[in-house]
């Protein structure tokens, strides 16, 4: 365990289900991210919360809808998915004022039936 | 703006054998690097990292790295590569921007052969 803890680590779901990820650490870290991690590209940056505050959004269809209620928890919210959204989703920690690097999870295995 | 190139998207090497793993970096200022290592259907795992202190890194199961300003590099080596060393890995650069951002390369799968 790397103090970074994601459930389920495998979903499967339908085009019209809504799901959510969550992602849990106790690393006392203030900084969170969500990473899609699909074959053959790199890993893409969706989300990051600094402080239970939303600091970035790349880009990312509404139909991911992130939720950080405190700085140890982060959802994420899938609603009306395409076949496309397959992927790993890996989360991470880090703090913000030092380079230590991010801790992450095992991710979540996610397919889009 | 900062990037970085994994050189080799596929190294191959023996049980036993030196393993070199290429990255160069792109930064308008004094990055911090790190390598990263992910094993089948797992996340990522930090294997080391630079942050201005020594320019030889030394990390977890053998590896380490050595960041070269001259030459914007940051390659991964191992002496004797061991199976349970296959796995992808990726060199990332970091932007302190706010919260921290990452750059992560396009992966370098390593395979061991017996």
Known sequence: ETGVTQTPRHLVMGMTNKKSLKCEQHLGHNAMYWYKQSAKKPLELMFVYNFKEQTENNSVPSRFSPECPNSSHLFLHLHTLQPEDSALYLCASSFTDRDYGYTFGSGTRLTVV | ?114
């Open chain 2, 1 to 114: 703006a900062q990037s970085v190139t994994q050189l080799d998207s596929h190294v191959s090497v023996s049980e036993g054998t030196p393993v070199l793993l290429r990255c160069n970096y792109s930064s308008s200022y004094s990055p911090s690097l790190f390598w990263y290592v992910q094993h089948p259907n797992k996340g990522l795992q930090l294997l080391l990292k630079y942050t201005s202190a020594a320019t030889l890194v030394k990390g977890i199961n053998g590896f380490e790295a050595e960041f070269k300003k001259s030459e914007t590099s940051f390659h991964l080596t191992k002496p004797s590569a061991h199976m349970s060393d296959a796995a992808e890995y990726f060199c990332v650069v970091s932007m302190v921007q706010g919260a921290q951002k990452l750059v992560f390369g396009q992966g370098t799968r390593l395979t061991i052969n017996p």
